[in-house]
């Protein structure tokens, strides 16, 4: 977002963390290191300290999200002082943080703006992270009223935003979906040079989940299906990393039909994706409601049929009706039986993942969505609290 809206003339600074995710884990030159400038693609980057936890319990992630709140709470503070933006834009995950970009808005004068990939409290009780009870309670009582406090909020799929309307209250809310780049994700006229090198036979049909290794994701699953189709001629790729890679490693030991594959570098991600003849988008129950997963567009790009975990109605189950197959959250058995139809069926195969690029190409290029960010984002900055000082002084802040 912060590239094409530089490219597109506008001036753009950026808080983040140092990186860490989804390995959990700091990498050099970041271990240790505290507050720092960057300048990541021309944009002005401040890297904030935060703590990270090598086993991610749900004390030790509370701590870990309220460490990069304090830290990065002065710096947005001072930005929007001194910098004096049009627009502050506070992305959810993590919510802990947005207070302080609320109040660093009424500081300076921007319109305030919430962009929410994630319910995350919500999230976390569906993936187990957080058990019911008062402070769950809590905590989504105070998300709603963080929420209350920006000018505009937006998320990603029609139902997060009915569920942040209950939410917001009178604060204005937007759909902004999540994007793909259609031109860098495509479908290849020739097998992925990953399957020469994991050894797969030319005639071996590739089941692939590419993502993050989390707890939320009900990976469980894919072992469970790779349990159900021991014996046919189907290879199940598990590929990326994070917190429960090991756990999953062992649930799978002795399936001679799991391969895993490390976290691949940003220019081997049209490889990976098309190493797959059919995308797996394991669900677990609880969470389907709370996010939309953006690796699914990137799934559709590649124009390969899906088999995902997803409730009736929900928006994954809209989206992946038209180019795959939806099965029950958490459902081995069905998962299983739905990559074994679509394993004997190459013309449908290739019918549905065509569906799935069309699909890509016309609601979710990036181009398009970023397009109605940056309509958005203008008529935020038409309700900022302060006058501009010219015509053209705060056009291009964000």
Known sequence: MARWFTEHGHDVRVLAAHPYYPRWRLEAPYHRAGWRREEVDGIKTYRCPLYVPADPTPILRL???????????????????????DIILAIQPTVFAAPATALAAVLSGAASWMHIQD??????????????????????????????????????S?????????KAGAVRTRLLPNWVDTEEIV??????????QLGFASDDVIALYAG??????????????????VGERLRLVIAGDGAVTGEIKSMS???GNVHFLPLQPAERLNELLNLGDIHLLPRRRGVVDCNMPSKLLNMLASGRPIVAGADEGSDVEQVVKSCGIVVAPEDGIAMA???????????????????GRNRAITQ??????LRQFEQCFEEARSTSRRTPDSPGDRADRK
């Open 212 to 229: 993050n290794l989390g707890r939320s994701q009900g990976l469980e699953t894919l072992v469970d299906a790779a349990r159900a189709l």
């Open 364 to 369: 979710w290029s990036r181009d398009g969505v």
């Open 253 to 255: 030991c002795g399936l």
């Open 158 to 166: 029609p139902t997060m935003v009915q569920r942040l309307g209950r």
């Open 63 to 85: 701590v870990h999200l309220l460490s990069y709140a304090a830290s990065s709470a002065p710096i947005v503070i001072w930005q929007a002082m001194t910098w004096k933006p």
């Open 337 to 355: 039986t739905a990559v074994k139809r679509l394993a004997g069926d190459p013309l449908g195969r290739a019918a549905l993942g065509a569906a």
């Open 187 to 196: 479908p290849l006229t020739r097998p992925s040079a990953l399957r020469a």
């Open 119 to 156: 319910f995350e409290v919500e999230a976390a009780i569906g993936a187990g992270h957080v058990k019911g009870g008062r402070l769950p309670q809590l905590g989504i009582a105070m998300e709603s009223r963080i929420i209350r406090m920006f000018d505009f909020a937006s998320t990603i």
